[in-house]
């Protein structure tokens, strides 16, 4: 497994390979936010950019979701994968803000996963980019990358990466890591044919030493 010291070593050679990582979704405000993480889900960043300016603009406030119908909100988001689900996820989350939460975005894990759609991912997005509260986000790339670079076992579960970022990284670099980590998912260590001959981190990574062995 990666030490501490290797792991902040490896986020130092990301941090120069990928400067300034930040969440690609585009919201004005910690609700808009919580509405595009939510439609986010198997779905692009680039897809959910799309379709939010018009879904925003007709359901400016949880009350105007809350009020709709759910066929009125699929209209807006249709293109989007899982769009019935969503839809209905959206409608419920949105009427448990006004009921639960003043109609305010609340700022705590047992809060947010309260809220229809919200899972631990979601929450951990919501409160590291709408309130810079310290939080570390897992998804396919993160679970690829750390189980590559050996930060986390081969078995680890969703909750055992998360936890192993945030026991070898500083706190006020989770929310930086986790960004810089899906750029570099994208990017570079892809699931299938990564750039392994633009990578910083061959020295440490299972995929980068069979790359370097290919080599000879």
Same mark, same amino acid.
């Given at each position: 497994m990666l030490s501490k010291t290797k792991t902040r070593w490896a986020f130092d050679q990301l941090y120069t390979l990928i400067p300034d990582a930040?969440?690609?979704?585009? @919201?004005?405000?910690?609700?808009?936010?919580?509405? @595009?993480?939510?439609?986010?889900?198997?779905? $692009?960043?680039?897809s959910?950019? #799309?379709? $939010?300016? #018009?879904?925003?603009?007709?359901?400016?406030?949880?009350?105007?979701?809350?009020? &709709?119908?759910?066929?009125?909100?699929?209209?807006?988001i249709h293109s989007i994968g899982l769009y019935h689900n969503k839809a209905k996820h959206i409608k419920t989350c949105c009427q448990q803000l006004i009921a639960d939460f003043g109609g305010e975005v609340p700022q705590t894990h047992a809060e947010l996963?309260?809220? @229809?759609?919200?899972?631990?991912?979601? &929450?951990?997005?919501?409160?590291?980019? &709408?309130?810079?509260?310290?939080?570390? &986000?897992?998804? $396919?790339?993160?679970?690829?990358?750390?189980?590559?670079?050996? +930060?986390?076992?081969?078995? @680890?579960?969703?909750?055992?990466?998360?936890?192993?970022?945030?026991?070898?990284?500083p706190e006020s670099d989770w929310v930086k890591a986790h960004h810089t980590l899906i750029l570099f998912g994208r990017q570079y260590c892809t699931a299938r044919n990564p750039k392994c001959q633009?990578?910083?981190?061959?020295? +440490?990574?299972?995929?980068?030493?069979?790359?370097?062995a290919d080599r000879g």
């Amino acid at each position: 497994m990666l030490s501490k010291t290797k792991t902040r070593w490896a986020f130092d050679q990301l941090y120069t390979l990928i400067p300034d990582a930040k969440g690609a979704l585009v @919201a004005d405000s910690p609700f808009q936010l919580l509405i @595009a993480v939510m439609l986010s889900a198997q779905a $692009t960043d680039v897809s959910v950019n #799309k379709v $939010t300016p #018009k879904l925003f603009r007709d359901f400016p406030t949880p009350t105007s979701f809350a009020n &709709a119908s759910l066929e009125s909100i699929e209209v807006d988001i249709h293109s989007i994968g899982l769009y019935h689900n969503k839809a209905k996820h959206i409608k419920t989350c949105c009427q448990q803000l006004i009921a639960d939460f003043g109609g305010e975005v609340p700022q705590t894990h047992a809060e947010l996963e309260q809220l @229809a759609g919200v899972g631990r991912k979601t &929450a951990n997005v919501v409160l590291g980019d &709408a309130f810079n509260v310290p939080s570390f &986000a897992v998804d $396919t790339h993160v679970t690829r990358i750390a189980k590559r670079l050996r +930060i986390s076992a081969q078995n @680890a579960s969703v909750i055992q990466i998360e936890r192993d970022f945030q026991a070898k990284l500083p706190e006020s670099d989770w929310v930086k890591a986790h960004h810089t980590l899906i750029l570099f998912g994208r990017q570079y260590c892809t699931a299938r044919n990564p750039k392994c001959q633009q990578c910083p981190l061959l020295t +440490i990574c299972a995929a980068g030493q069979q790359y370097l062995a290919d080599r000879g």
